[in-house]
């Protein structure tokens, strides 16, 4: 069992530039309450039931933006979600059956703006699947059924979705290489999804080097959050679809050390995407006619021992350029996405020695575009965060005490125009972890 509780004033002081006073944010607070339950009960030798339960509550008041004088707005946010999962093993088959369930509540309220929208979803997700093992070979196949259904302040008598799903994979593995096709039919209130196929396959050219490429059908239904959220949602969006393809390469130089190249090329019709108003501050989704998004990226990590002390490193790259190919919108015609930063890196740290832990965590975030008429930019920025913390077990629970400092050396930046972020901050957490046999 864990518990998660959280609440913060977030009454921090920002800078609009240096040369103006500093600000107070205010009418920010935040209220987090959480409970997660996780449950195995062992049938028998080759058959398990897992069940989990999560619920949680958010209330947050949403501050005012740099450019207005006074905010009245917040939102609730409720969820519970439960599953099931039963699960069979055998030596030539094996079964397995889970099923989901979610409720969740999206309550937002501005009496400035003369808004009171009440949004509820339930989800419901059953599917079952067999795995049947030849040798080097391994079939899965099965059925997934997911039912939704929504209301909103627009919808009152609500909209639902019925969708089910066909999917086979077929795995085969030999002794430096490996491939899988994946294939799946979707259908949604009776209408037939395009058909999903997928194909992965790796092989190891060397004992310390491994190649890896996949190519993949892409499609996406818009949400019902996408569709119908009040305010912002937009009821005439059209699914996004198209075709990716990845490679990745594994180096191995030593049994402590694993550097990482990849690369990705997407191209998608439709895509759906969030965009901020030319006047106003809702947020509402629109489909781009054509996006090509491509890219690469790399990673590095080492970890190592002395005596009782263990080392992690890590450190990772990505350029990621994503542009509208083709638009109705001439000024966004060939350029990168608002929001979707070029460039992106971090590098982390991190020390054990028994139950003491710190860890250094440096992220660099390049600089984005917010508005394509006139090329409006949001520089880069570089967060630290230092986080210590202590671990202990008392009977059956184990407890953890955390200290963090978040934006460790104090970096005045914007992740989305108008919206201040904390500066230094400290944040203390504790976190008890029942684990219980029965």
């Known amino acids: 069992m864990r518990i998660l509780y959280q609440e913060a004033e977030n009454d921090f002081p920002y800078w609009i530039n240096k040369e103006l006073p500093a600000r107070k944010l205010t009418h920010a607070r935040t209220e987090q309450v959480g409970l997660m339950q996780e449950n195995k009960l062992q049938l028998s030798k080759n058959q398990t039931l897992t069940w989990n339960i999560w619920g949680q509550q958010l209330q947050r008041a949403i501050p005012a933006t740099t450019t207005q004088r006074v905010s009245a707005a917040s939102q609730l946010d409720q969820s519970i979600r439960t599953t099931l999962n039963w699960q069979h093993l055998g030596q030539k088959m094996s079964w397995q ?11 937002f309220q501005d009496s400035l703006a003369g808004v009171d929208a009440d949004s509820r979803a339930w989800t419901s997700i059953s599917e079952v699947e067999q795995t049947t093992n030849l040798g080097n070979w391994k079939i899965y196949t099965g059925l997934n059924f997911t039912y939704l259904q929504a209301s909103t302040d627009g919808y009152p008598n609500g909209v639902d979705q019925h969708r089910l799903a066909s999917f086979t994979s077929i795995q085969r593995q030999y002794e430096d290489w490996a491939f899988a096709i994946h294939l799946r039919q979707e259908w ?13 396959m790796s092989y190891r050219c060397h004992p310390k080097i491994k190649i ?13 959050n996408d569709l119908y959220w009040i305010p912002g949602g937009n009821p005439n969006l059209l699914p996004e679809s198209g075709w990716s393809q990845s490679f990745e390469t594994n180096y191995t130089p030593s049994k402590t050390m694993v550097i990482t190249w990849s690369g990705f090329n997407r191209l998608l019709e439709n895509r759906i995407l969030w965009q901020p108003p030319a006047n106003g501050f809702t947020w509402s989704p629109s489909n781009v ?13 080492w970890n190592t021992q002395v005596k009782a002390v263990k080392i992690n490193l890590q450190s990772g790259y990505d350029y990621t350029l994503s542009t509208a190919t083709k638009t109705k919108d001439i000024f966004s015609l060939n350029k990168q996405l608002i929001y ?16 003491y ?11 984005v575009l917010i508005q394509h008429r006139s ?23 184990f407890n953890t005490i955390q200290l963090r400092i978040n934006n460790f050396w104090n970096a005045n930046y914007r992740v989305i125009e108008r919206r201040p972020m904390p500066s230094r901050n400290i944040e203390f957490n504790l976190f008890f972890n029942f684990n219980i046999t029965f």
Not at 188 to 200: C, L, R, V
């Open 375 to 397: 090329l409006l930019e949001l520089p880069s920025y570089q967060i630290g965060n230092l986080v210590l913390e202590k671990s202990w077990k008392f009977g059956q629970v």
């Open 289 to 301: 006619d054509q996006v090509w998004s491509r890219g690469f990226g790399g990673r590095w990590s």
């Open 212 to 224: 890896s490429v996949a190519a993949a059908r892409n499609f996406r239904l818009p949400s019902f």
């Open 97 to 107: 059956a889970r099923t989901a369930f979610y409720k969740e509540r999206i309550y």
């Open 340 to 355: 979707s930063p070029l460039h992106q890196g971090y590098a982390n740290i991190e020390v054990n020695w028994g139950s």
């Open 357 to 367: 832990g710190i860890h250094y965590l440096h992220h660099y975030t390049g600089k």
């Open 188 to 200: 949604a209130n009776a209408q037939t999804i395009p058909f999903m196929p997928s194909f992965t």
